[in-house]
């Protein structure tokens, strides 16, 4: 399948043929696809001029792929171009409006904007397909935008439910055990806490200042000074101009 798209691809681009053209065209789908394919490996080399030309020409075989639309979001966000982004991802929505990417890459749009209500809307819809591929990672976003709009139970939940499709996501561990410091639920908390501790002494993950800090605040509520300096210690040498080691100072007499 993937020789006879390129192959498609040649065909359409060449300018060659126009019976040819006419012929591999008559497939608007497959033909739309193969447009919305190389517009994306122009895009992920950088290419935005290109990607538009191929994302546009795939629209006007076929008016109904998603693909392209979403393609073209995509180039005008990174073009720092938010309105015609907006609109594309809008436009994608509206033609593949089951499609948990399409859900997952507006809502990530939205939160780069601080849209945050709007965004976990978007998040919540992407994490309702059971089958989608990234799935877990679609909760994890989701936790992380409840927690901007103080909706901790939400969060909770998210996280959980991110940690449950792929237990070694570092980041879902670790916000998910500030979460649980937070509503006093400090059993739980060392649990997910030291999950994450177990990924960075494999050196699968390393320490962040957010990590550090969270090692701090959890190790006084253990009665723990010397774990405490520990990670303080450490907070200092790695970031000390980080917003934790800011706290962490204004929080030690």
């Given at each position: ?5 390129i192959i ?18 008559q ?6 696809q193969?447009y ?27 008016s ?21 982004a907006?609109?594309?991802f ?23 904007l601080e ?29 992380r935008c ?27 561990l670790?916000?998910l ?22 990924m960075?002494d494999d050196?699968?993950?390393q ?12 190790s ?5 000074g010397?774990?405490a ?23 030690t007499?």
């Amino acid at each position: 399948m993937k020789g006879y798209l390129i192959i498609l691809i040649s065909l359409i681009l060449s300018g060659c043929a126009g019976q040819e053209v006419s012929k591999a065209e008559q497939n608007a789908p497959e033909a739309s696809q193969a447009y919305s394919s190389l517009g994306m490996q122009y895009l992920s080399s950088g290419d935005t001029a290109n990607a538009k030309v191929a994302f546009q020409r795939a629209i006007e075989i076929d008016s109904r792929g998603a693909q392209a639309y979403n393609g073209l979001a995509m180039v005008f966000q990174l073009e720092d171009d938010p309105v015609l982004a907006e609109s594309y991802f809008q436009q994608a929505i509206s033609v593949a409006p089951d499609s948990a990417m399409m859900h997952n890459n507006y809502g990530a749009f939205l939160f780069s904007l601080e849209r945050y209500p709007q965004a976990c809307k978007e998040l919540a819809r992407a994490t309702e397909d059971p089958f989608y591929n990234q799935r877990s990672q679609a909760f994890e976003n989701l936790g992380r935008c409840y927690l901007l709009i103080d909706r901790l139970d939400a969060a909770e939940h998210a996280f959980k439910r991110s940690l449950k499709l792929n237990p070694n996501r570092p980041l879902a561990l670790l916000q998910l055990s500030d979460v649980l410091m937070q509503k006093d639920k400090l059993d739980e908390s060392v649990n997910y806490f030291e999950q994450f501790r177990a990924m960075v002494d494999d050196k699968r993950v390393q320490h962040s200042a957010q990590s550090l800090w969270l090692g701090v605040q959890i190790s006084r509520l253990q009665n723990s000074g010397v774990n405490a300096a520990t990670y303080g210690l450490i907070l200092r040498s790695m970031f000390p101009e980080s917003e934790e080691y800011r706290q962490y100072k204004e929080s030690t007499p």
